[in-house]
């Protein structure tokens, strides 16, 4: 006889898919939850977004919305034993312009938060950190914020400390490629199969996957038959490049205690750039201003962005246009400081968008037993800690009316061109040029 007990199957496990499983176990000890990923939680490398060096924590938001939930992250992060050993507070520096920092600022004093934060003239920030960013490019610039209380993660520890925690726990981890969701002809959702034919069934099935979801929604619609399973336009996947370089012993004690950087931009010029300190290794990371698309054909007659077909999404494949995206962002920051530095690693990172920056967490309006909880829009990790505990609140219908508003599947969504953020290139226009032979 069937269980009438509550099961999860969570697909992908990147910081949605974690901390759903991780806030799920520990209030249902008892529960089924099983996470499925393409990768092991430990291999060497990954697809998921979160698994990265290292990703910005800090709540400098000028939606307010965001600044909330991103100081609850944070408390965390500067509290909890399991989170606490990957969090730097190294500050940010933030080259704003726009009114981003008197915004930010604003949120935290509406929302009676105290921080060593503050909106510094161009002139005096220049000397601050030793003059790291002396060099940096302030060209339409009001001023810079400066948050001491801000840092970063070492983002892929924390992952993996994260997961082992909660299979600790009781759940359990299954490695798998999801092809399809298991849907009947009403549209009732009892779990996934694999793409070697593997069905796995659960009472509810959450799909945390990232760059995979419109995809994944797709060949599910394809299959069922059901045409309202896919995502349409509400998900875009997107992509960025990251790259390091290693410092030497001079250039490491320099900018050993630096803050992560960022330079602001408005909708018009396009996203933000950023600048991360460097690792335990040495290595010091930027990521790029050009977000793309990879629109292609998934499905006979069916055209939409989705990552490479490779199992590793071709991530460290990266064309020397990308790679040039890393040098501008090294200029622009440090101008003749970082000149001389030699760009050793680059990795195309890959997430789901909204045409707002908003996640998608909510129940699938055209599946029962489906639920969505992703579209980090490459903002999402700092809210590890918390995500899953608001996971696990849509999933019990408790979400407040304006997470549920403003996180909903359908919703009435902006114009693209008012987020900076938004995936505006192509990347087959950012790939090398096919050499023709005259002969």
Known sequence: MASSAPSYIIVGAGVFGVSTAYHLIKKYPNASVTLVDR????????VAASWDWNKVVRADYDDIVYCQLALEAQDIFESDPLWKPYFHQTGIYWICRSEYAQDVINNYKRLGRKADLSAVPIDEARKLYGG????ADYTGV????????SGWAAAGDCLRAVTRKALDLGVKYHTAEVATLLLDKN?????IKSSTGEVLRASHTVLCTGAYTPKLLECSAASSGLADIGAGSRIVAGGITTGM?????????????????VQGYTAAQGPFIGSLPPTKDRELKWWGQTIFKNTREVLPGRYFSAPPPKPDYTQWEVSGRLKEDINHANKVFYGKNGASWKME?????????????????????????????????????????????YVVQMLEG????????????????PDPSLNPDWPRFEMKDLLEPVRTSNL
Do not use: Q
């Open 132 to 135: 790291l960013f002396e060099d």
């Open 398 to 413: 408790r979400l407040s009316p304006e997470l549920s508003d403003k996180w909903a599947w359908d919703r009435e969504r």
């Open 142 to 149: 009001k001023e810079v914020l400066v948050n001491k209380t």
């Open 345 to 389: 690693k680059h990795r195309i990172c890959w997430d789901a968008f909204t045409t707002s920056s908003d996640f998608i967490i909510s129940p699938h309006a055209a599946a029962k037993g489906l639920y969505i909880a992703t579209c980090g829009s490459f903002h999402g990790y700092k809210f590890f800690p918390v995500l899953g505990k």
């Open 39 to 46: 990768d092991a939680f430990d291999a060497e490398s990954r």
């Open 187 to 191: 549209g009732h959702c009892s779990g």
């Open 245 to 261: 370089t290693k410092l030497n012993d001079e250039s490491y004690e320099r900018f050993a205690a630096m803050p992560v950087g």
